[in-house]
């Protein structure tokens, strides 16, 4: 647990500072990039051996403006990315220009992405992988409804439509084969929540591979929508109790740069039985004014098979 207190320590002193010196949180200028905090390691960082590094991360969609606009945020996302180093990350909410920025700023890295319109535009469930580490072996997408295969429908009362991408790999290192999945639940609809984790847990079942699946699911950890998720042998990374390295902070931040254990986790990894869980954790890393990369932290997992 050291290292979770010194991120801690240092996000304090770092907000402290700010506040005390301009009377608020500074402003992160599009363009410029933030670097980590003096001594602020990465959360997990880079993995080696037949370790897997998966992070879920809503990027949220760039409709802000200000600090908060995607152009004055994405430098930090580009930031925290290149500092952690992930296998595997899921975005959530990210629409297509804005997954195309990390495509650009992140050249080591595949990605997989569609819009969940019905014309393919609109919010995506991105997928993103080292491609030294993993290679595509199929990929795809389905909606969230009673017709899957139909782009842009809308199922069981939920707002919008609502998508998971998900990808075949073939591990270059290890020679294995697993599934990545990657879903943004309804955040209204209890029956489409419901539906949705259905649907996965069904097309889970039917495949002979392992799978890990990321997203964030706008619900608590103790809903029948999560229960649903981990039966018949799958497992919600965070459970390993004696795996974690930070507390169980609500994912949720609504841009407060300060973490809170009193709301919900409701962004997830979730892995079939194959899987060992090795690290889990929430990354409330913030920019050096004090600024948060997404109204989200990120959740992160190291596994392996």
Known sequence: MEKTVSRRAVLTGAIALTAAS????????AGQTPQPLENDPPLIGPV???RLHAMSFNIRVGVDSGVRAWSARLPSIVTLLNAEQPTILGTQEGR????????????????VRMGRDADGTGESCAIFYQTSRLEEVDSGHLWLSETPEVPGSIGWGASYPRIF???????LTTDQGFYALNTHFDHRSAEARHQSALLLHDWMQEKSLPCILTGDFNTEPDSEPHQTLVADGRHDTWSHEEQRITPEYGTMNQWNPVPDETTNRIDWIIGTEQFSVHQV??????????????????????LSQ
């Not at 301009?22 to 200028?29: C, E, I, L, Y």
């Not at 991408?165 to 591990?171: S, Y």
């Not at 954790?281 to 992160?300: E, K, L, M, R």
């Open 281 to 302: 954790g929430i990354n409330t890393w913030v920019t050096p004014q004090g600024n948060v990369p997404s109204d989200h932290w990120p959740a992160q997992a190291v």
């Open 165 to 171: 991408t998900w990808i075949e790999f073939r591990d």
């Open 96 to 111: 297509l220009d804005q997954i195309q920025d990390l495509v650009d700023e992140l050249p080591d890295y595949g990605c």
């Open 22 to 29: 301009v009377g608020g949180f500074g402003t992160a200028h």
């Open 48 to 50: 080696d051996g037949n």
